[in-house]
């Protein structure tokens, strides 16, 4: 399958700050892309995503930037607020519509 | 509220049985998905499911696995002769509707967490 990596396995960031993470990916090939939050003991929930023909597509306090070039993905998360502490996975879409995650960034917001 | 809710929460079983985990959906989907997350570990796909077929399975849904929709609602996951490693959080997902959530996102269940000892 294709291969989904994250630079960083843990981050952390005072409450207000704003965060990154950032994701690569191998399959140049792959034309979607989705960012997932998971907190404990929950299931992943849809954070935002973005197709390959855009470079930056914004959410609610949440932009993801897209860099075809170096087959990079990022996810900015404006003010960030304690609920936002969780595990944070991209994940690159197949063309089943499958779904290959990468290892994740833990983001602990400090008060 | 979630798209599905999956039964058990938390399974525990002895190495070599066999285990049935259930996903129900809140409303009509037609694609359903599997995924796996041994602790610690990423989201791992298993298996993919439309028109009561397999449409897409990875590595690691050997013969050891199986899924069914036996009454056109409930959707399982089989694991026969369950071994060690089969410990996990296994996740049931269904694809957005049209018209409605966006088509190609997935939300998840909460999991089951499956214990082998």
């Known amino acids: 399958g294709e291969s989904v990596g994250l630079h960083l396995p843990t981050l952390s960031v005072q409450e207000g700050d704003n965060s990154i993470i950032n994701c690569a990916y191998s399959?140049?090939?792959?034309?979607?892309f989705i960012w997932y939050k998971q907190e404990s003991g929950k299931g992943p929930q849809f954070i935002i995503d973005i197709r390959s023909n855009m470079d930056k597509r914004q959410g609610q306090r949440v932009t993801v930037l897209l860099n075809k070039t170096v087959k990079h993905l990022s996810l900015q998360i404006a003010a960030t607020q304690p609920g936002d502490s969780a595990v944070y996975f991209c994940?690159?879409?197949?063309?089943?519509?499958?779904?290959?995650f990468g290892t994740g960034t833990s983001l602990t917001v400090i008060p | 509220e979630p798209e599905v809710t999956q039964t058990p929460s938390h399974q525990v079983t002895q190495m070599g049985q066999e285990v049935i985990l259930r996903c129900v959906p809140i409303s009509n989907h037609l694609y359903f998905y599997w995924y796996r997350q041994i602790l610690g570990q990423k989201v791992e796909f298993l298996v993919s499911?439309?028109?009561?077929?397999?449409?897409?399975k990875s590595e690691i849904f050997d013969d050891q696995f199986s899924v069914e929709r036996p009454d056109g609602s409930n959707f399982t996951l089989k694991i026969r002769s369950t071994k060690l490693e089969d410990s996990a959080m296994y996740f049931c997902a269904v694809r957005g509707q049209r018209g409605g959530l966006a088509k190609n996102i997935q939300y998840f269940g909460a999991g089951t967490r499956l214990s082998v000892l």
């Open positions: 399959n140049s090939a792959s034309d979607y």
């Open positions: 994940a690159e879409v197949g063309t089943g519509n499958q779904f290959y």
């Open positions: 499911f439309y028109n009561n077929e397999i449409s897409e």
